[in-house]
């Protein structure tokens, strides 16, 4: 079946000027998490959503990170007023169920959204 | 101290040897531990789960497990080069819901 899709894939985007990065999880996917990930770096948390409630969003760096996912399906993680630190790549991961004990659900990422910031 | 830690190579070795990395970890109460490949420009892999101490193969891959202390590990055997990659070692807390990744160990493997 189909994985986990992101778009834009490529993004660049004048330092102040919003963005808005979609992700599609694997359907019926409840758990959808989203990571940024600096070059060089690993992955680094930034929100978790079950189904439709965003559950955690200890990572969002600054008020500036804004993540949504209405309907429970797709998400969309939005930065206002963009700055060069935010050039990173952002992955979103799905998982089947929402946090078995333990956490040994796998999580599947997305290719990732790679966004410059100029 | 980072919560995930590991060496950020690049460990060389050559085909056919066996590639070792090490991942520490520091929230005693973590209970879920995964190996994920990260080929450069794509986004990770899951490669292995382990959540019980001792040691966990599948085909080239074996990784082992001490919570005691705080250590888990990824062997490949007869490494190919197309085992080329970043490996991130990646860690879920108690509250399971969400990894804690280490910075990643580069490995280059040269025929």
């Known amino acids: 079946g189909a994985g986990v899709s992101q778009s834009p894939r490529y993004k660049v985007a004048k330092r102040g000027q919003d963005v808005a990065l979609r992700c599609d999880p694997i359907?019926?996917?409840?758990?959808l998490f989203w990571y940024q990930q600096a070059l060089g770096q690993g992955p680094e948390f930034l929100t978790y959503?079950?189904?439709?409630?965003?559950?955690?969003k200890s990572g969002l760096p600054s008020d500036r990170f804004f993540a949504e996912r209405p309907e429970g399906s797709v998400s969309t993680l939005k930065i206002q007023r963009t700055q060069q630190e935010d050039s990173a790549v952002y992955l979103c991961?799905?998982?089947?169920?929402?946090?078995?004990?333990?956490?040994?659900?796998?999580?599947?990422f997305g290719p990732g959204t790679r966004l410059t910031v100029l | 101290q980072k919560e995930v830690e590991q060496n950020s190579g690049p460990l060389s070795v050559p085909e056919g040897a066996i590639a070792s990395l090490n991942c520490t970890y520091s929230?005693?109460?973590?209970?879920?531990f995964f190996w994920y490949r990260q080929y450069s420009g794509k986004s990770p892999e899951l490669i292995m789960s382990?959540?019980?101490?001792g040691d966990k193969e599948d085909g080239r891959f074996t990784a082992q497990l001490n919570k005691a202390s705080q250590y888990v590990s990824l062997l490949i055997r007869d490494s190919q080069p197309s085992d080329s990659a970043t490996y991130l070692c990646?860690?879920?807390?108690?509250?399971?819901?969400?990894?804690?990744f280490g910075g990643g160990t580069r490995v280059l493997v040269k025929p």
């Open positions: 991961a799905s998982s089947l169920a929402p946090g078995l004990a333990g956490g040994r659900d796998t999580q599947y």
């Open positions: 359907s019926g996917h409840v758990s």
């Open positions: 959503f079950q189904n439709e409630a965003q559950l955690d």
């Open positions: 929230d005693r109460g973590s209970q879920s």
């Open positions: 382990i959540y019980s101490n």
């Open positions: 990646a860690v879920n807390g108690a509250a399971g819901n969400k990894l804690t």
